[in-house]
């Protein structure tokens, strides 16, 4: 037998192997529908318990990753994603637990009205079916994304970096022990049983099966998804994420806003990226904000009037504006008036958070009608873009295409609706 | 210069005019961000008088796609679809009439609230951006959808069958002048410059510029789009719709229902094609109802058991269930209670519209909690599924997929949604 043999075989082993998590997602939906609240939150209680008592496995299990990850000499940011902790295990459980305390999602009137005809319409919340979540080698999006998936009475696929395969694995094992104790079928939660990257290929073209493909991780994984699927995804892109000072802008409020928006926590996609600021009150403004923010330990870089303004600020080059740096890191640009920051962030945003900071009224209305994001804000810190911060519970990301779904993604957004009409017989005319 | 040459230089300039489009209407769908309620409703009242006053130009160019159409044979539904008259004309207008008099789908707050963290949230409608509609040689839907689109502050491309090309042209026009008169760019609504079938595989990979694709038409037609597209699609599929009669029947209401389901219009989407029929009160139920619905004009296919029951009934085959007929055509089969016909919809069911014939509350709900569809009935004729009939004035189709829009997809169907969050100063702890 060639080499070559071997590998289709293996090929179309997988291919099948795929097909029938599908067909059993696909079928794991259906009982779904008809589960009760208090199973499905039962079951999520129940996860949250088997995490805690298995926590010493899942420990094992997860060394063994962080073992192999070492001997092939993974980055340190890397690690520190994959690697559990007693710690880490606890936010999981309680996790579980606060998605369970959640309103339901599911049978929810969403509106309901009579027409002239005698029909009575009532537009009903449902699942989505059967959604497929594409993660990197955080281990912990596992519990997260499948107890949102199975909070709003959706089947899924996990398929988690293949790097925490053994990790994943070991609490994909407590999910489902949840599942059982609710007398839910275990196949609502599901994973590819090889850490083949191959497997990504075959998931995004069960669209027999699957209903939404929700992509969590870095620019190339999204795009290498966008461009893959043939089932519709719900695409979670970058923040590139601008705060511009106007100038109606409080002096009060604007430095421990922008340091805050860039520094509380600079890997989050929330995190202020460029700063504008109007040239008008930019001398004012800036060099007090600049020393905190370098204070802070901040990295500036800006065009050549910032640099004019602050000696130690670096040259920004094209291709900063469009950067996410995930990092202590801000670029800086004098803009002349609200219509060249609306401009700017036209050309360089990504559509995630975007903030003006001013006193004026009509300023900000402006900004907020004209700013196509997300979620546009006035004086308020771009880190707030987060499902927890807007009361939403916990959240898989903060979706930045328009269909669907847009901004922070929770259970009540991996629903769907359907039209319930009832009459006394009537008849069309 | 070969063939060859010529044919992929035709290709090239094709693509680039397809590139160009989808960057006006970019463009033009800014603007319509921020245009006003009223110059949205003046554009779509001062299109309806363009048609009116262009009506024989309309005609005209209606000749010409008529006489090139009966030239290459064409059936005569389809040049039935195809022509247009004095009175399809003043549809149309009277229709953008209709869509101008609808309530506003933009600016609408769609919920707001208060964090303890001092966050103001509202969550608030906006258009989609840029709307690419594929249809059929049926160009009073240049009117239809492109008035949806302009409603809804989203700039389309439209996209119609080549054998419309000249009555579609002159159509758009009156909406271009409707778009001037208003002082809209005119390139919120345009089209390929030429007929060309290379034109609709161009616009479904113009993911830069077009947010979703509606393809209306066919089943060959949606699932070359659903297949092709590199954008995401609202995906209006068959109606294989069923009606139940139910143990509990009232068969004063059966008779009228099934009759009206099916034989009021043959040819729409909601038309009902196949009925199910409790065994327990088959006897007594579809004799009477077989006799009036082949006295309507329909030709019956059914099971063995069904045949037994009506000599003239035809045998239905196994496609039979799964087909959409579209025509006086109804197969018709027992089944052994509610599971069965649960089953049996499940199956062969396409998720558009399904009835229950049931005077039963239990089987009602249960029917229409299990059953995955977009509308689901209990005493009501499947006809009634439109957008008018569910009193949200005119509608593109019946959307049958999960995603962003289930069931009718009218004006509010097509906007999405940003956050806006304001504080005095907020920073995240």
Redesign the interface.
């Known amino acids: 037998m060639t080499a070559e043999t071997v590998r289709s075989m293996t090929g179309d082993s997988l291919a099948e192997d795929m097909q029938t998590l599908g067909r059993q997602a696909r079928s794991a939906a ?1 009982a779904l ?2 589960s009760s609240e208090a199973q499905r939150n039962q079951a999520l209680r129940e996860a949250a318990s088997a995490l805690r008592r298995n926590s010493e496995d899942i420990l094992a299990a997860n060394r063994q990753d962080m073992d192999q990850a070492r001997a092939r000499g993974t980055a340190k940011a890397f690690l520190d994603r994959l690697e559990l902790s007693e710690a880490r295990i606890e936010t999981m459980a309680s996790g579980l637990e606060n998605i369970a305390a959640l309103p339901d999602p599911l049978g929810r009137t969403l509106a309901a ?1 009579e ?1 002239p ?1 005698g ?1 009575r ?1 009532e537009r009903r919340s ?1 699942p ?2 059967v959604i497929g979540i594409i993660y990197e080698s955080r281990p912990n999006v596992t519990a997260d994304a499948g107890g949102l998936c199975l909070k709003s009475g959706n089947a899924a696929i996990l398929r988690g970096g293949s790097e925490s395969h053994h990790s994943s694995g070991a609490i994909l094992d407590c999910l489902q022990a949840g599942l059982k104790a609710a007398e839910l079928p275990d196949s609502a939660l599901q994973r590819p049983a090889t850490p083949d990257r191959e497997a990504v290929g075959h998931l995004l073209r069960l669209n027999t099966y699957i ?2 493909i929700v992509p969590r991780g870095g620019r190339g994984l999204i795009e290498r998804v966008s ?1 893959e699927s ?1 089932i ?2 719900l695409a979670h892109l970058e923040g590139v994420n601008h705060c511009y000072l106007h100038t109606a802008a ?1 002096p ?2 604007s430095t ?2 922008v ?3 860039k520094m ?1 926590r600079t890997g989050i996609c929330g995190a202020a990226e460029t700063l504008l600021v109007d040239r008008q009150v930019a001398q004012t403004l800036l060099p007090p904000l600049l020393s905190e923010l370098r204070a802070a330990g901040c990295e500036l870089r800006g065009d050549e009037e910032v640099q004019a303004l602050d000696s130690a600020v670096i040259p920004a080059d094209e291709a900063d504006w469009a950067t996410e740096y995930l990092d202590a890191i801000l670029s800086v640009r004098l803009v002349d008036g609200l219509e060249e920051a609306l401009a700017h962030i ?1 050309r360089y945003g990504s559509g995630h958070t975007e903030c003006i ?1 001013t006193e004026e009224a009509e300023a ?1 209305d402006t900004f ?3 700013v ?10 771009t ?2 873009a987060d499902g927890g ?3 939403m519970g916990a959240e898989i990301g903060i979706a930045t ?4 779904a ?2 922070p993604v929770g259970a009540d957004q991996l629903t ?13 005319p």
């Open positions: 259906q529908t008809i009205w027409q005809s029909l319409i449902v989505l079916g209903d939404l461009e043939r519709p995804v409080d009060a409020k421990p806003l340091v805050n928006a509380r036209a900071v900000a907020l009608a004209r196509d994001a997300a979620i546009v804000m006035q004086n308020t810190s880190q707030f911060e807007f009361g295409g328009k269909l669907h847009r901004g769907s609706y359907k039209y319930l009409v009832r009459s006394a017989g009537a008849t069309r």
